[in-house]
Antibody
Framework: EVQLVESGGDLVQPGGSLRLSCAAS????????MVWVRQAPGRGLEWVAN????????YYVDSVKGRFTMSRDNAKNSLYLQMNSLRAEDTAVFYC????????????WGQGTVVTVSS | DIVMTQSPDSLAVSLGERATISCKSS????????????LAWYQQKPGQPPKLLIY???TRVSGVPDRFSGSGSGTDFTLTISSLQAEDVAVYYC??????????FGQGTKLEIK
């Protein structure tokens, strides 16, 4: 079964750091672009970052540039999002997502992990 | 950035009736070299992650009921549910992936039963 399972979400104070992880299974992880998408409480979907299959380049939405770093370990079928200098507006459910190859769109989503930034 | 605007923000439709959701992009998402529109539709039910319904503006994902259809080209797109079922209550999002690797979603349309 194709599956993405996120972990690492927590309550953190403003200015703090958090590292999210995503474990992939059931498909050849190393050939897919991977994505993080977030959803603030009661709000819509926001693309956060994505990364090439070989991990050589990652791209970020402007609001997280310089604060978030996306990486992957293809040997471990794992995806990561290092989040620093967290702000209240980063509070959201973070989804690990597969960019579906020839589909172009986001075809597999994890269940999400909750990040709450609050003092 | 390409801005995606959906209308309406919310919609109430009777069971068995047609539901139509519009999505407009601030610039064309039609890639002329392959004549494909880089536009997808997602369904998100309460407490669940989004689910891909349609890609390339009109191609249904395997297993998605055929009452769901996507149409449009360039900057104007429509998601139609031909005969609303109770299980279709959800928020629907359009998304452009033309401006890869920078993606944008519409604000969402909440679909309810009248």
């Amino acid at each position: 079964e194709v599956q993405l399972v996120e972990s690492g979400g927590d309550l953190v104070q403003p200015g703090g750091s958090l590292r999210l992880s995503c474990a992939a299974s059931g498909f050849t992880f190393s050939i897919y672009w991977m994505v993080w998408v977030r959803q603030a409480p009661g709000r819509g979907l926001e693309w956060v970052a994505n990364i090439k299959p070989d991990g050589s380049e990652a791209y970020y939405v402007d609001s997280v540039k310089g604060r978030f770093t996306m990486s992957r370990d293809n040997a471990k079928n794992s995806l990561y999002l290092q989040m620093n200098s967290l702000r209240a507006e980063d509070t959201a459910v973070f989804y690990c997502v597969r960019e579906g190859g020839g589909l172009g769109a986001f075809d597999i989503w994890g269940q999400g992990t909750v990040v709450t930034v609050s003092s | 950035d390409i801005v995606m605007t959906q209308s309406p923000d919310s919609l109430a439709v009777s069971l068995g009736e047609r539901a139509t959701i519009s999505c407009k992009s601030s610039q064309s998402v039609l890639y002329n070299s392959n004549n494909k529109n880089f536009l997808a539709w997602y369904q998100q039910k309460p407490g669940q992650p989004p689910k891909l319904l349609i890609y390339w503006s009109s191609t249904r994902v395997s297993g998605v009921p055929d009452r769901f259809s996507g149409s449009g080209s360039g900057t104007d797109f429509t998601l139609t549910i031909s005969s609303l079922q109770a299980e279709d209550v959800a928020v629907y999002y359009c998304q452009q992936y033309y401006n890869t690797p920078l993606f944008t979603f519409g604000q969402g349309t909440k679909l309810e039963i009248k």
